[in-house]
């Protein structure tokens, strides 16, 4: 079994910054991709930001050069640092993590940006 925490979201000014946590519990063997994923309203869930087991990692284009994704194996947590945000990043964050051929997702965690 398989449970995501996560943590770090809030409100913060346009500029400002937020690092979001996703811990996950149980054993990380297995674990082959770690992810972030973020819903507006009204809009379809996209895929923010991934991390490899390998450590490659790959950014949505519209948060390239401002969010990092990296990864704690002792504290099997994934992180999300997010700088310069803009109020079109304000949307419900969430982590996913594949394990084998599993999908598990957190609850997720707002991010609101005000102008």
């Known amino acids: 079994q398989v449970q995501l925490a996560e943590s770090g979201g809030g409100l913060v000014q346009a500029g400002g910054s937020l690092k979001l946590s996703c811990t996950v519990s149980?054993?990380?063997?297995?674990?082959?991709?770690r992810g972030w994923f973020r819903q507006a309203p009204g809009k379809q869930r996209e895929l923010v930001a991934s991390i490899g087991a390998g450590g490659s990692t790959m950014y949505a284009d519209s948060v390239q050069g401002r969010f990092t994704i990296s990864g704690d194996n002792a504290k099997n947590t994934v992180y999300l640092q997010m700088n310069s945000l803009k109020p079109e990043d304000t949307a419900v964050y969430y982590c996913r993590i594949v394990r084998n051929t599993n999908v598990y997702w957190g609850q997720g965690t707002q991010v609101s940006v005000s102008s």
């Open positions: 149980g054993s990380r063997f297995g674990i082959n991709s």
